[in-house]
């Protein structure tokens, strides 16, 4: 995400993105623990909803006014392993009540301490900071709508929360394209630090809504599919090149100097494939396909012994993308494994893990492989930041590098196993208490992922 200022600094194989017709085979089918895995649907454990009256941002949210809790049946309740994963694919040793367990008393931690509510009495928000400058930004919007339309079934208010979360977010365009979210609030619900669009938070939003989708339905208050439609076709205008890259936001169109250049964390190509299932619309089984020639390129070309990827990369457009230099968007390390690339193994990995895509699988191997050997399968030696050759540039044990590498462990090794490394990859992720709003995010994005509870709307 632009200017973070962090407190440290199903059962198919793919062979593409899918086609014209929008329609992957099989796509419907959910992620989920091999088949013999035990079900649970989990009670809740709510905080009490907070007073409307509170100050702005401290509330920690609960149903809002009018909200009708488990009013509809449920598309896809939270512990639901309808379908084996994709082959290749492993999950945590042990017992999948046990997973779902932990899974859902991380998420009670996270709302707990980052869900809070708008300055009106109809909304919700997330608050990221200190971890970001602003009090919020579309990141954390995003991760917050994902959680509450993944936890429904644990959490009873799950659906009222989505909701305040799409009003709040309805009332923050961008002024770019005002189908895209403005990326940035301070406490008093302002924007803040431009009034654009970064890409990577408008994607996991319309990711959202499709779930919301598939959960609760479209024929109520909110109609979740006509929003994700709407969104999806002006991320596809404005937050992607031409040449089907992706951009980091709609500031960067033509004629800025950002223009040619990409996010490697924003390659969330298991969204493309829902984007284009949803749409109908074949340019997005393009954009897929691009991003997954621009992470072959920069592995090959740059990172041919690690398969790391940078935080930015240039000439994304062309057929030769290349590492950022130093400061082209937020510092010294913008060419480096650092802040922002460190959710790319949990990001292109979770393809893999849905859809069994060969491409996802290729590029986590390699990354794999090569973790696995740095850290002697100690995932306490994983360093906050490394540069494309293996180098550590950071000194530290940080969860939001330490967790991604839980979800890549899923992807089984060509040769051998991960199972032991993945089991202490969950051993040490599950373990560690709540800290910051970066880390504790992606700690729960990778277990939803590493419990069978991700799966595509």
């Given at each position: 995400?632009r200017?973070?200022?962090?407190?440290?600094?199903?059962?198919?194989?793919?062979a593409?993105?899918p086609?014209?017709?929008?329609?992957?085979?099989?796509?419907?089918a959910?992620?989920s623990?091999?088949?013999?895995?035990?079900s649970?649907?989990?009670?809740?454990?709510?905080?009490?909803?907070?007073?409307?009256?509170?100050?702005p941002?401290e509330?920690?949210?609960?149903?809002?006014?009018?909200?009708?809790?488990g009013?509809s049946?449920?598309?896809?309740?939270f512990?639901?392993?309808?379908t084996?994963?994709p082959?290749?694919?492993?999950?945590?040793?042990?017992?999948s009540?046990?997973?779902?367990?932990a899974?859902?008393?991380?998420?009670d931690?996270?709302?707990?301490?980052?869900?809070?509510?708008?300055?009106?009495?109809?909304?919700?928000?997330v608050?990221?900071?200190?971890?970001?400058?602003?009090?919020t930004?579309?990141?954390?919007?995003?991760?917050?709508?994902?959680?509450?339309?993944?936890?429904?079934?644990?959490?009873?208010?799950?659906?009222?929360?989505?909701?305040?979360?799409?009003?709040y977010?309805?009332?923050?365009?961008?002024?770019?394209?005002?189908?895209l979210?403005?990326?940035?609030?301070?406490?008093t619900?302002?924007?803040v630090?431009?009034?654009?669009?970064?890409?990577?938070?408008d994607?996991?939003?319309?990711?959202?809504l499709?779930?919301a989708d598939?959960?609760?339905?479209s024929?109520?208050?909110v109609d979740?599919l006509?929003?994700?439609?709407?969104?999806?076709?002006?991320?596809?205008?404005?937050?992607?090149?031409?040449?089907?890259?992706?951009?980091v936001?709609?500031?960067?169109?033509?004629?800025?100097?950002?223009?040619?250049?990409?996010r490697?964390?924003?390659?969330?190509?298991?969204?493309?494939?829902?984007?284009?299932?949803?749409t109908?619309?074949?340019?997005?089984?393009?954009?897929?396909?691009?991003?997954?020639?621009?992470?072959?390129?920069?592995?090959?070309?740059?990172?041919v012994?690690?398969?790391l990827?940078?935080?930015?990369?240039?000439?994304?457009?062309t057929?030769?993308p290349?590492?950022?230099p130093?400061?082209?968007?937020?510092?010294?390390?913008?060419?480096?494994?650092?802040?922002?690339?460190c959710r790319?193994?949990?990001?292109?990995?979770?393809?893999?893990?849905?859809?069994?895509?060969?491409?996802?699988?290729?590029?986590?191997?390699?990354?794999?492989?090569?973790?696995?050997?740095k850290?002697?399968?100690?995932?306490?030696?994983?360093?906050?930041?490394?540069?494309?050759?293996?180098?550590?540039?950071?000194?530290?044990?940080?969860?939001?590098?330490?967790a991604?590498?839980?979800v890549?462990?899923?992807?089984?090794?060509?040769?051998?196993?991960?199972?032991?490394?993945?089991d202490?990859?969950?051993?040490?992720v599950?373990?560690?208490?709540?800290?910051?709003?970066?880390?504790?995010?992606?700690?729960?994005?990778?277990?939803?992922?590493?419990?069978?509870?991700?799966?595509?709307?």
């Amino acid at each position: 995400m632009r200017n973070l200022a962090l407190a440290a600094a199903l059962s198919l194989s793919l062979a593409a993105c899918p086609g014209p017709a929008g329609v992957e085979p099989g796509a419907d089918a959910a992620q989920s623990v091999p088949a013999d895995a035990a079900s649970i649907v989990l009670d809740a454990s709510m905080p009490p909803a907070g007073d409307a009256a509170a100050v702005p941002g401290e509330d920690a949210g609960g149903l809002l006014p009018g909200a009708d809790a488990g009013a509809s049946a449920l598309g896809h309740p939270f512990g639901t392993h309808a379908t084996p994963a994709p082959a290749g694919v492993i999950v945590p040793s042990g017992s999948s009540a046990d997973h779902d367990a932990a899974t859902a008393s991380f998420y009670d931690a996270w709302k707990a301490r980052y869900l809070k509510a708008g300055c009106k009495s109809d909304e919700r928000r997330v608050k990221s900071s200190p971890s970001t400058s602003a009090y919020t930004v579309s990141e954390a919007h995003g991760y917050g709508m994902v959680f509450a339309a993944l936890m429904a079934g644990h959490d009873p208010d799950a659906q009222a929360i989505f909701d305040g979360l799409v009003t709040y977010r309805d009332r923050h365009p961008s002024g770019i394209d005002s189908g895209l979210m403005a990326w940035a609030q301070d406490s008093t619900c302002k924007d803040v630090e431009g009034n654009d669009a970064a890409t990577d938070g408008d994607m996991d939003v319309a990711y959202a809504l499709l779930l919301a989708d598939r959960q609760w339905g479209s024929a109520g208050v909110v109609d979740y599919l006509a929003k994700a439609k709407t969104m999806i076709a002006s991320i596809l205008a404005s937050e992607v090149h031409p040449q089907n890259s992706i951009l980091v936001g709609d500031w960067a169109g033509a004629g800025d100097s950002h223009h040619d250049g990409t996010r490697p964390s924003d390659f969330m190509t298991g969204h493309f494939k829902a984007f284009q299932k949803a749409t109908g619309t074949a340019r997005w089984g393009a954009v897929c396909d691009k991003t997954y020639s621009v992470i072959a390129y920069l592995q090959d070309q740059y990172a041919v012994s690690t398969g790391l990827l940078p935080d930015f990369a240039i000439g994304a457009p062309t057929d030769t993308p290349q590492p950022a230099p130093a400061q082209w968007l937020e510092g010294d390390d913008d060419g480096h494994y650092s802040w922002n690339a460190c959710r790319t193994p949990w990001r292109i990995a979770t393809d893999f893990v849905v859809s069994g895509e060969p491409r996802s699988q290729a590029a986590m191997r390699k990354l794999n492989a090569w973790i696995r050997q740095k850290t002697g399968g100690d995932p306490r030696k994983i360093r906050d930041g490394y540069d494309l050759s293996g180098n550590a540039l950071g000194t530290g044990e940080e969860l939001a590098f330490i967790a991604p590498f839980g979800v890549a462990a899923m992807v089984e090794a060509e040769n051998g196993s991960n199972q032991a490394w993945l089991d202490a990859l969950w051993t040490d992720v599950e373990g560690r208490a709540p800290a910051d709003y970066y880390g504790d995010s992606i700690k729960l994005m990778a277990m939803l992922v590493m419990s069978g509870n991700w799966w595509s709307p």
